[in-house]
């Protein structure tokens, strides 16, 4: 508790690194408040505001990485519901911090719990997409600024996918209204969005 109340209080001097660390604890702490009502109010909103932004910017047949979140990130899975022309990719975590995208239909039937609880798709060939096949990367983060600035987890695992896509691709950032920030410590790899979609 003292902890928590140190970095409200930014009574701690550390490096970006630590910055990063202490930014997620006290914004954990903002997501735990988070009731059950108002996760579920902001992930539908956020879901409908995803899909108006996906029928306006991407062709329709094309594939949208999207995710699916832990208990303290948006439920995005009615995009299956609000989307059904355009096929959707889930991101399974590979060797080396690495990220694999699989087309996946149905996310209750073809999700399985993998690295910390995340559900993710089977290892399948056949389900198995490139990176360069993707318009649009839904980016998770646990904190975003207006100007498409965000703090990761910690793994970099999007950070090392992302890098390497063309400027074409659009990246959107989707998070609870309590996930906007005034300024992140951002260090020289971690890579934007181009916009963000809030729940408010």
Known sequence: MKLLDDLKNGLRMSSIKQKKEDLRILVRA????LTATEKAKESALICEKLAAYISSNCPKDCFIATFAG?????????LHQLLPDYKLAYPRCGKERS???????????????????????EDLQNTLISPDEVALFIVPAFAY???????????????????????????LGAGFSVQLKEQLPVEEHDISVDNIILGM
């Open 30 to 33: 903002d997501l735990k408040n």
């Open 70 to 78: 832990l208990s303290f990130e948006p439920d995005l899975l009615a």
């Open 99 to 121: 990220l694999h995208f699989h087309h996946i239909n149905n996310p209750e039937k073809e999700l399985i719990k993998g690295y910390y609880g995340i559900r993710e798709p």
């Open 145 to 171: 600024t207006a100007e498409g600035l965000r703090l990761g987890k910690g793994g970099g695992y999007y950070d090392r996918i992302l890098s390497g896509v063309s400027d074409d691709v659009i990246l």
